[in-house]
């Protein structure tokens, strides 16, 4: 049986509220789509684009600490269209307060440039296009099913 998925939340606990919202707004160019204080304990900021399925959650514990818990490998990849905005998506990155780091896997030292926020959660710019890159895998994904004679 098929399931829709009718929206998609990556929640992400930080250790300032304030400053990961203001890096993933002007960064990535995301609009504050709610938020809340004190429930339960936590505060919270949702950022996305109000047309898309999908958002991000911030939240701060005020009742004890949470360490922000990530690895190398734990990425939030961004698509972009072409090099110039490849470019400027860069700029407006490091222009937010994001770090360029050394992307631990090799793949995104040739396809693209890692930058991690305050809490060292990594952001990836592809340099690769979506759209190229889902057709290929989706076209090899195919051949593979495919049964063998």
């Known amino acids: 049986m098929s399931v829709?998925?009718?929206?998609?939340?990556?929640?992400?606990?930080?250790?300032?509220?304030?400053?990961a919202v203001a890096m993933y707004r002007?960064?990535?160019?995301?609009?504050?789509?709610?938020?809340f204080e004190d429930h339960a304990g936590?505060?919270?900021?949702m950022l996305g684009d109000p047309a898309r399925h999908w958002h991000l959650e911030f939240t701060h514990c005020r009742r004890q600490k949470v360490e922000p818990r990530h690895t190398v490998?734990?990425?939030?990849?961004?698509?972009?269209?072409?090099?110039?905005?490849?470019e400027a998506f860069c700029l407006?990155?490091?222009?937010?307060?994001?770090?360029?780091?050394?992307?631990?896997?090799?793949y995104w030292r040739e396809n693209g440039a890692t930058f991690a926020d305050g809490d060292g959660y990594r952001v990836v710019v592809?340099?690769?296009?979506?759209?190229?890159?889902?057709?290929?895998?989706?076209?090899?994904?195919?051949?593979?099913?495919?049964?063998h004679r």
Not at 4 to 19: E, G
Not at 42 to 45: I, K, N
Not at 92 to 106: E, I, M, Y
């Open 73 to 86: 490998e734990d990425l939030l990849v961004i698509y972009v269209d072409g090099l110039e905005a490849f």
């Open 4 to 19: 829709s998925i009718s929206h998609l939340r990556i929640a992400r606990p930080v250790s300032d509220l304030q400053r």
């Open 126 to 147: 592809s340099r690769v296009a979506w759209l190229a890159l889902f057709s290929s895998t989706r076209d090899a994904a195919a051949s593979a099913a495919q049964p």
């Open 92 to 106: 407006r990155l490091t222009g937010s307060g994001f770090q360029r780091v050394a992307p631990f896997n090799p």
């Open 26 to 35: 002007d960064g990535l160019g995301l609009e504050v789509l709610g938020g």
């Open 42 to 45: 936590f505060d919270g900021v």
